[in-house]
């Protein structure tokens, strides 16, 4: 290693450092006294495949915690989340932070604390997050000390899905005042307060096994959140979208434009998916007292989570 390296500070291994969270990260570690990212993905200045136990059990070796940001498919989180849980029990670290979803929830309504449980229909992705969770739950039965974090909507800098691509679509007209089918509840996790959760959760006392809710803002319906995201974006006037052309995005263009985008993206291939319009529907707010309480979770407003979002180049891309 450098000589340039601080062994005082703890090294934290950031599984998909190269993604959107985990990049964000292992930027913020670095700039802590306390701590030192190990960067791994198949990209970073780590290069790993979290899918191979032998080569995960490697890079758990020497480190202090353990960050799983691991996106993807719902066989890949299965896998890699499988991998890292055995993996660990073998060369256990002081403490792994697991990232979920809120997606865990399914159709819930109204208020939901973290001990809510499912409620059906539930998205391939928010089963495949069911199942990982519980394979962390697994591992602290056998006595590993793990801690899950329930993230709403990631929004910020660079987010491929709530910032870029609602960009995209705004900019495009293609969504805007959705009428009715835009009254569900905004959960927004501004990635930065995320960040600062999962470093607060890398020492605090008294979390093995906890689960907890992150999100930083619930007060505002999709509507008025698209309103004043296109009002910053400068993509006015806002349109109003009737059922019917959501209809056609969602059953008609979207799996054309899914099969598109695997080609070139663009807001022509961005597409509305109904999983999309089913959140936007859902009067669902996400209760994270829990992790503001444990954590003191920061709680960005959705004026400044829009504000940080337009400074970026991704959110004026045309």
Avoid at 152 to 175: H, Y
């Amino acid at each position: 290693m450098p000589d340039s390296l601080n062994y005082s500070q703890k090294p934290v291994l950031v599984l998909g450092a190269s993604g959107f969270i985990g990049s964000r990260l292992v930027t913020a570690l670095a700039g802590t006294p306390t701590y030192r990212p190990v960067a791994a993905s198949r990209r970073s200045e780590t290069p790993l495949d979290a899918t191979d136990p032998t080569a995960v059990l490697a890079a758990l070796q020497g480190v202090d915690c353990v960050v799983n940001c691991i996106s993807g498919n719902d066989r890949t989180m299965l896998r890699t989340t499988r991998v890292l849980c055995d993996a660990a029990r073998l060369c256990p670290p002081r403490r792994m932070v697991h990232l979920s979803s809120m997606a865990v929830y399914g159709a819930a309504t109204g208020m939901v604390s973290e001990d809510h449980a499912p409620v059906p229909p539930i998205s391939r992705y928010g089963q495949a997050k069911i199942e990982c969770e519980q394979i962390v739950r697994n591992y602290v039965a056998d006595g590993g000390d793990a801690v899950v974090l329930r993230p709403t909507c990631v929004f910020g800098p660079d987010s491929p899905q709530w910032s870029t691509r609602l960009a995209r679509l705004l900019k495009a007209r293609r969504i805007g005042d959705l009428g009715s089918a835009g009254d569900g509840c905004c959960n927004l996790a501004f990635v930065d307060d995320l960040v600062a959760a999962i470093i607060a959760t890398l020492n605090a006392s008294d979390m093995m096994g906890r689960t907890f809710n992150i999100s930083s803002s619930g007060e505002l319906t999709w509507n008025q959140f698209f309103l004043g995201f296109a009002q910053a974006l400068g993509a006015t006037p806002v349109r109003r979208i009737s059922p019917r052309s959501l209809r056609i995005e969602t059953k008609l263009l979207a799996p054309a434009r899914r099969i598109a985008s695997m080609a070139y993206r663009s807001t022509v291939t961005e597409a509305i998916t109904p999983s999309l319009t089913e959140l936007w529907r859902q009067d669902i707010q996400i209760d994270c007292t829990a992790a503001q309480a444990a954590l003191a979770l920061p709680r960005t407003s959705t004026n400044q989570m829009i504000a940080a979002v337009c400074q970026t180049k991704a959110a004026v891309l045309s």
